[in-house]
């Protein structure tokens, strides 16, 4: 009994470095990372050189150029940034599970900042010497990430939060358990799930505040993993029989009114998951990326070369 409990909640230290199954040493002083370092050097040493330019060069004719010219080349130094929500993995045998290792592990260029927004475990809470082994895949993909110099900033969302030891100290992970503003190249970008939209919504909030309070947390490190994961398969059966019966017509409608919100404090992007419904909304005050999810849409946003694009994953690219 013992044997088969270690097998599906197996310890973090039982997990060799090089082995098939195993977490990836996560050593930041990777080839990848030190070339990731200098890149970013240039561009800091690049921002002065304009900042001096500027004062120096001030209404001088012909500098202007110049100045455009050495912004662009910041901007492409500074690599590419993905944003995804809403895996909701389970098994790694499973469509979308499958789709999204293949794509994290094929990144045809260098990411400079891997932006998970919620939900991309259908379950997580994180323990300190224990993980589900169903998900071991997808945490040697990130930690591979990690080793090769990708930052990633984990917004928790409704079906995984409290991220734990793995997330805080293996990946060195920047966690939002709220969401909330990053600087993206000059950019003001806010982060969010998108569970805390919709104000009207007082039961979910109410259900949040008890899954997240003190109580719930004594309760997660005292009852064994085991009992936890089956109570989490039942009520996300539950959630997602409501889900099915959710009108979905008002979610552009709720992000829009919350994203306004949010651009009248400064921001000047907004980033959300949680609806399942991918889209763009170029509004007077700013722009609103829904991320859609990686269950059916297989949708993500990148920002490259100084631009949010939301784009989807080719059908000839998704396994079979």
């Keep these: 009994m013992q044997n088969q409990e270690m097998k599906r909640w197996p310890p973090l230290h039982l997990y060799e470095i090089g082995s098939q199954d195993s977490f990836v040493n996560c050593n930041r002083q990777s080839a990848h990372f030190r070339v990731?370092?200098?890149?970013?050097?240039?561009?800091?040493?690049l921002k002065?050189?304009?900042?001096?330019?500027?004062?120096?060069?001030?209404?001088?004719?012909?500098?202007s150029e110049l100045l455009t010219w050495l912004k662009r080349?910041?901007?492409v130094t500074g690599m590419r940034d993905l944003f995804i929500a809403?895996?909701?993995?389970?098994?790694?045998?499973?469509?979308?599970?499958?789709?999204l290792l293949s794509f994290l592990e094929n990144q045809p260029e260098q990411l400079r900042t891997l932006y998970l927004l919620g939900d991309i475990f259908e379950f997580w809470i994180g323990f300190n010497h224990v993980v589900y082994s169903d998900y071991i895949p997808i945490l040697n993909c990130l930690a591979k990430l990690h080793n090769d110099g990708t930052r990633?900033?984990?917004?928790?969302?409704?079906?995984?939060?409290r991220l734990g030891a793995f997330f805080e100290q293996s990946l060195n992970c920047t966690i939002l358990p709220q969401g909330g503003e990053v600087v993206i190249d000059g950019h003001r970008v806010y982060l969010?799930?998108?569970?805390?939209?919709?104000p009207a919504d007082r039961g979910y909030r109410f259900l949040?505040?008890?899954f997240r309070g003190r109580v719930a947390t004594f309760l997660s490190r005292t009852i064994h993993p085991d009992l936890i994961w089956k109570f989490a398969a039942w009520a996300s059966r539950n959630s997602s029989g409501k889900k099915n019966r959710r009108d979905l017509s008002r979610c552009r409608e709720i992000l829009i009114a919350y994203a306004e919100r949010l651009f009248k404090q400064g921001a000047e992007v907004v980033l959300t998951g949680?609806?399942?419904t991918p889209f763009v909304e170029q509004t007077e005050t700013g722009t609103l990326i829904a991320l859609g999810d990686w269950i059916e849409q297989f949708s993500y946003a990148l920002y490259e070369n100084g631009e949010f694009k939301l784009e989807k994953l080719e059908q000839h690219s998704l396994p079979d």
Excluded: W
């Excluded at 990633?152 to 939060?161: L, R, S, T, W």
């Design 36 to 45: 990731d370092l200098a890149m970013r050097k240039r561009a800091e040493d």
């Design 48 to 63: 002065r050189v304009i900042y001096q330019t500027e004062i120096v060069t001030d209404n001088l004719p012909g500098c």
């Design 73 to 75: 080349l910041i901007i």
């Design 86 to 99: 809403d895996a909701h993995l389970r098994r790694p045998e499973d469509k979308n599970y499958r789709a």
């Design 152 to 161: 990633i900033v984990y917004v928790e969302g409704n079906h995984d939060f």
């Design 192 to 198: 969010t799930h998108g569970d805390l939209a919709n």
């Design 208 to 210: 949040r505040s008890i």
């Design 274 to 276: 949680h609806y399942h």
